[in-house]
């Protein structure tokens, strides 16, 4: 808007009191706003608000405070009830709270009190279904004022029809008051009209707004208040009522004590997309209307154009000339005053955009939304927790961001590690302000990637875990020991301790493995010790990058294990074949479990040194296995891997496990070297021979070669399996066929495109006949039965480059050891990997 002109008070008295309705966070409105004030120089701002929070109006003229940002109330023995009444820089509230602070004038909130608005609605938004013009959750519907106007005036979009009406002229020819007489007019049309169509707890707001502004004619005088609310309330509020009925409204009105605040507030929670009610489409572009001075429709398209060039697309002053002209254009065509958002967007579209619409949704995304996030100053009232938060934060030099930020962290650094710890206890606590991604060109356990986003609610969170302490610590300790002992399962606990490693809570640990040593003992329940030990064994990974001592989570790793030992063979017999299937996916998870366990024991032991990697011979459970000094697994907690190689072993060969079980054993002690080629293919033939029921022959190939195992490329190396599986489907009966055609798609459709198409090739010319008879690999370039020594030399200068090992640490004679048959290049395997 502009051409504003002093036109000073208003003459007429029946202007008094000054009722300026608005609409909520409209930068037509807030200029509307200012210049009303200005011309009228009230001897008190009257606002909509929670009176509550007039303590905490000073605040708002801290140099520190930056919008956006909003009024946080929550009751104070249920935190998580809570409400906010968010401001930004172009929201007439805001505007008319730092023209009262300004110019020394008394301001006060006039709306219902908080206590009333939680225990009316627990947590809601104190205007989570507000319409724009004014109001608050309760009851019933209301019809949307803007829209109704908008219809009437013949326009399908309200946003559109404000731009037009309000945005794109002036606040007044000479008389900055017009635009509210022109609002409170329709506003009173649509009231009048609609009869009906208000909520009750609207009629309840407004009796308060009327008795708080009785209150402050009498002490300021009638000619002497102005007030700034909705304008959908601007008739109730200028019609006349008796003051024993307002009273009669709010008699006997629930309440709950409450604690109020400012929190930082952002653009996107300011947007509709965000799930706010009386929210916006677009907050940066409404807070660009308001800053600009003039030319707004030029200064949007240079904005729009830096932002292009800063993601490398090729944007010339000429692009962002005819974007103007086009913007232009497109006004005068749809008979609008000015252009508007859609017109500039179909420019940037067209022109700077080149009919794509992927930059388009950037700049959507970033400037006509925007990513902005408020700030309040460190004197605004916060929960202890909130306190501790934020010398933590700025501590390590973490600053809370509206944008999604990815952050990697370097776990063997101070500063990383603490960040990573605080996130971790954030997380526990509720407060999902980082998520955990997967790192970039590293699997280490010494690093860490996250996604930061800060989200306004968060703030809500953090004062819901104020209970159970006033350090994030604290309270992280005491929410992971209650969440141990209330945990209803085996899995959340084992689940809790993995988080409570990283997340360096030492004093929550004891509670967590007594609570988990006690579950395990009673709990009899395969798959349940088959889920909790893949977690305690990650908890061991993290306890060595940490410095974390895991030795008591060893104990219950080790003891868990060797109870799965024994509990598994009769676990595997009886079931059906969902039962079999997630069978097969707890052996899966409990041999990488026991394989990473007794790589963590090597680590240990070569960490500790000699002296220590024996072991202090003291028992935990189990006769042979002890503790060095390190904390860490004594030398017999390795045999946990002999152990589980022999339990796979009995279940390979019994007749009553499940087939998808034994496939998938087989398959497991194959790639471990434990059975050769051939005798991995005479379990295949005898779980393939003609006296085995069609669909527990498919479910025993299902877990040979399925589950995203790599089985595909064993068939193709191997043609004798592959030859094993062909003869037996080509003799499967054609009524049994269609039963375990199914189960043979889903395994055979994991496969990738190349390796089934080589598998077709192969089944064509026959596996294992024409192969056998011209020689090894005949017809199949590439392939044989044995390595080809010459060419995997030719393949270790780039692995060991790759690697960045020297030539004198895997020598000619270690990769030798790797050529044999069956040979597994130990020290060769062990010097890379160290």
């Known amino acids: 808007m502009t051409g504003i002109q002093r036109a000073g008070r208003p003459a007429d008295d029946s202007r008094w009191p000054l009722l300026l309705g608005v609409r909520h966070h409209g930068p037509g409105s807030a200029r509307a706003v200012r210049a009303a004030l200005e011309a009228a120089r009230p001897r008190t701002v009257l606002i909509e608000g929670p009176p509550e929070a007039d303590a905490l109006l000073p605040l708002a003229a801290d140099r520190e405070m930056r919008p956006p940002v909003a009024l946080l109330a929550h009751a104070v023995d249920e935190p998580g009830r809570s409400a906010f009444w968010p401001m930004a820089e172009f929201s007439p509230e805001w505007v008319a709270l730092r023209w009262a602070l300004e110019h020394g004038v008394p301001a006060r909130f006039i709306d219902l009190p908080a206590a009333h608005t939680l225990a009316w609605h627990s947590g809601a938004d104190a205007e989570d279904a507000e319409e724009d013009g004014g109001g608050a959750p309760g009851d019933g519907l209301r019809v949307d004022p803007l829209g109704a106007l908008a219809e009437a ?3 399908d979009d309200a946003e559109r029809w404000w731009e037009d009406v309000v945005e794109h002229r002036g606040v007044g020819e000479g008389d900055p008051y017009t635009p509210f007489t022109a609002v409170e007019e329709a506003m009173t049309a649509v009231r009048e009209t609609h009869a009906g169509a208000g909520r009750d707890r609207d009629l309840v707001r407004e009796a308060h707004m009327r008795l708080q502004l009785r209150v402050a004619q009498r002490e300021f005088g009638a000619d002497g208040v102005a007030v700034v609310c909705g304008a959908w309330h601007v008739p109730a509020l200028r019609r006349k009522a008796a003051v024993a009925a307002d009273r009669a409204l709010l008699k006997g009105l629930a309440k709950v004590r409450t604690d109020l605040t400012w929190v930082p507030w952002t653009y996107r929670r300011l947007a509709r997309d965000g799930g706010y009610g009386a929210g916006i489409d677009s907050p940066g572009w409404y807070a660009h209307l308001f800053r600009v001075p003039d030319r707004p429709v030029e200064r949007w398209l240079t904005k729009v154009a830096g932002l292009l060039r800063e993601e490398d697309r090729v944007v010339s002053p000429a692009h962002v000339i005819e974007a103007v002209r086009l913007a232009g254009a497109l006004a005068a065509l749809r008979g609008r005053p000015l252009a508007g958002l859609s017109e500039t967007t179909d420019a940037v579209r067209a022109v700077l955009c080149e009919g794509s619409d992927v930059p388009l949704a950037l700049v959507r995304d970033r400037l006509v939304v925007g990513d902005v996030l408020g700030e309040v100053p460190p004197g605004a009232p916060a929960v202890p927790l909130q306190r501790d938060l934020d010398r933590t934060q700025r501590r390590l030099r973490l600053r809370p961001e509206a944008a999604d930020r990815d952050m990697e962290l370097d776990l063997r650094k101070e500063t ?19 998520e955990p991604v997967a790192s970039r060109g590293s699997t280490g356990t010494f690093r860490e990637t996250w996604r930061l986003r800060w989200e306004p609610e968060l703030a809500v969170r953090v004062a819901e875990a104020g209970v159970w302490g006033t350090t994030v610590r604290a309270a992280a300790t005491a929410k992971a020991e209650a969440d141990a002992v209330s945990a209803r399962g085996l899995a959340e606990v084992t689940a809790l301790a993995e988080r409570c490693l ?13 609570v988990l040593a006690d579950r395990a003992a009673l709990d009899t329940d395969v798959g349940h010790l088959a889920q909790a030990l893949p977690a305690l064994v990650r908890s061991l990974r993290y306890g060595d990058v940490r410095g974390t001592d895991t030795g008591a989570l060893a104990d219950v ?3 868990l294990a060797e109870r799965i030992f024994v509990g598994l063979p009769p676990a595997c017999t009886g079931l059906d074949a969902d039962a079999a299937d997630e069978m097969r996916r707890h052996v899966d998870a409990v041999h990488g479990a026991v394989g990473l366990l007794a790589e963590t024991a090597a680590l240990r032991d070569d960490t500790a040194g000699p002296a220590d990697s024996a072991g202090d011979g003291e028992g935990a459970g189990s006769g042979a296995r002890g503790r060095g000094p390190a904390g860490g697994l004594g030398a017999g907690d390795r045999d946990l891997r002999v152990c589980w190689r022999s339990v796979l072993r009995g279940l390979s060969v019994r ?7 034994r496939g998938r054993v087989v398959r497991l002690l194959l790639d471990d070297g434990e059975v050769g080629q051939e005798e991995a293919a005479r379990l295949m033939g ?3 021979s003609p006296g085995t029921p069609p669909g527990d022959a498919a479910a ?14 064993l068939l193709v190396h191997d043609e004798r399996l592959l030859g094993l599986v062909d003869g037996w489907l080509t003799r499967v009966p054609a009524e049994a066929f269609t039963d375990v055609l199914p189960l043979l798609r889903r395994t055979f459709s994991a496969y990738e495109p190349g390796v089934r198409r080589t598998l ?3 089944v064509r010319r026959g596996p294992g006949e024409r192969a056998d008879a011209a020689g090894p690999g005949a017809g199949v370039p590439g392939f044989a039965h044995d390595l080809d020594a010459g060419r995997a030399d030719a393949v270790l200068p780039v692995v060991r480059l790759l690697l960045g090992l020297d030539d004198d640490e895997t020598g000619t004679g270690d990769t030798d050891g790797a050529r044999g048959a069956g040979g597994t290049g130990d020290n060769d395997y062990v010097g890379m990997n160290r």
Request: no cysteine.
């Open 153 to 155: 005036a013949g326009y």
């Open 502 to 514: 990283p997340a360096g809570l030492p004093d929550a640990l004891p509670t967590v493995m007594r």
């Open 686 to 688: 005898l779980a393939l």
């Open 557 to 559: 790793a080790a003891g």
């Open 655 to 661: 007749d009553r496990v499940a087939g998808v079980v």
């Open 700 to 713: 025993w190939i299902e877990g040979f070669v399925g589950g995203g195992s790599g089985g595909g490329l």
């Open 760 to 762: 077709g090739e192969l």
């Open 416 to 434: 990383d590690a603490g960040r990573s710890r605080l996130l971790h206890r954030l997380r526990l606590l509720g407060v999902e302000w980082g």
